[in-house]
């Protein structure tokens, strides 16, 4: 609205378009935030010097510190490093847009989780501005695949070590493997052991005791 000298001139200016633009901006922005805000995965925005200028919830909570305004790659373990500053530089270089990688992060009490990250170069982005990071903290499936992997080797070493002989069957009474003190016990090679149905042994009580352990009676 405004007046102009005379007093009986008065002009009007309609802000109706602005107005509504301005609301649809800020009902997107409160969307976006609330969105951010509960994913659970973390959420960063970093400048490309590794200041981290945005961080959702999850990710303050997860590390049990804000990382705001410090270099995000000084939590990065030292010996991920070099794999970490490669695809980065691939991000920048956007030779690889979307940068998958797998790193350790530093946690504020010293101890590190196992995350997998997916990075995109939106520096261009006039929202964004910046490197936009989706973290997933992978360590519990990580470290369940490493114990297995040592359970594995424990139990290969257990059993071709044995200073008794071991045979393994299936449910079809097929032999599976064995190990090489087995193989010195009976006096026969790998190759005619392995694949043998044992319901067609001699030995009548060597067949009942098979049966007995597959269907799990005590011995």
């Known amino acids: 609205l405004y007046l102009g000298e005379s007093a009986n001139m ?3 200016k309609d802000e109706t378009e602005v107005l509504t633009a301005e609301g649809a901006l800020r009902e997107s922005e409160e969307r976006f935030r609330a969105l ?9 925005v970093m400048r490309p010097d590794g200041t981290v200028i945005f961080e959702n919830p999850a990710a303050a909570a997860m590390l049990g510190r804000s990382m705001v305004g410090e270099n995000g790659f000084d939590y990065v373990h030292p010996e991920d490093m070099p794999t970490v500053m490669k695809d980065f530089g691939e991000l920048m270089d956007r030779t690889n847009p979307h940068m998958p990688t797998q790193f350790r992060l530093r946690r504020d009490d ?5 995350v997998d990250a997916l ?10 501005g910046g490197l936009l990071l989706v973290l997933h903290d992978v360590t519990a499936g990580v470290e369940a695949q490493r114990d297995l ?3 594995e080797r424990r139990y290969h070493a257990l059993f071709h070590q044995s200073p008794v002989g071991i ?3 299936d449910t079809g009474y097929t032999v599976t493997d064995c190990n090489d003190r087995m193989l010195e016990i009976i006096e026969t090679q790998r190759e005619r052991l392995v694949g043998l149905d044992l319901r067609t042994l001699k030995d009548r009580k060597a067949v009942d005791f098979f049966r007995d352990t597959l269907e799990g009676k005590s011995l």
């Not at 951010?36 to 960063?44: A, K, P, S, T």
């Not at 010293?110 to 196992?114: A, D, M, R, T, V």
């Open 10 to 12: 008065v002009f009007f």
């Open 36 to 44: 951010v805000d509960n994913l659970q995965e973390m959420i960063f």
């Open 110 to 114: 010293g101890s590190w989780i196992i």
């Open 119 to 128: 990075a995109t170069n939106l520096l261009e982005n006039s929202i964004i």
């Open 149 to 151: 992997r040592d359970s």
């Open 167 to 169: 045979i393994r069957f």
